[in-house]
């Protein structure tokens, strides 16, 4: 799963640092094509906020992958190793859950666009909300890679107070 996970990651990071100049470039010769020429591009403005909004999703997942998010750590430091595990683990059973739900209605939502072409590009409305169900999709796949390790971190060190108290 690391290792599926690791190209994932990659993956994302790669699309990512392509979307975004992409976006600058795209709104920058926006911008200049209405102000100086007073002649803009149809497409332009949608397509940057389609480009934003992949963006945003993938980065949501890269962020939770490597551990960029915001945490509140008020609560957490109050607690021993145990409390710390246990917060930790029901956290992220928690975010597994509730991204794998999101994946579920997004794809439902997605799907349910394909009649409907957007204004300026002229293609399926699917395209654009296709970004929530993917991005949750991998976001699910790293909160469940956390989980996992967490849980494995927690039972090895189990085990090696057991081992150690048995000798």
Request: glycine share 6%; with cysteine.
């Amino acid at each position: 799963m690391k290792t599926l996970n690791d190209l994932i990651l990659k993956c994302c990071g790669t699309l990512i640092m392509i979307m975004v100049p992409l976006m600058t470039l795209v709104v920058f010769v926006q911008v200049v094509m209405r102000y100086v020429f007073a002649n803009p591009f149809v497409w332009a403005e949608e397509f940057s906020r389609y480009l934003l909004v992949w963006i945003s999703c993938l980065g949501a997942a890269y962020g939770v992958r490597t551990g960029m998010h915001i945490a509140v750590e008020f609560f957490y430091g109050k607690f021993n190793d145990t409390g710390k595990t246990i917060a930790s683990i029901f956290t992220h059973l928690i975010a597994t859950v509730f991204f794998t739900v999101c994946v579920i209605w997004g794809i439902r939502i997605a799907l349910a666009q394909w009649d409907q072409m957007s204004p300026g590009l002229q293609i399926p409305m699917t395209w654009a909300y296709l970004s929530v169900p993917v991005g949750f999709a991998i976001t699910t796949l790293f909160s469940f890679e956390l989980l996992v390790e967490e849980i494995r971190k927690r039972f090895s060190r189990r085990q090696m107070a057991i081992s150690s108290d048995s000798a």
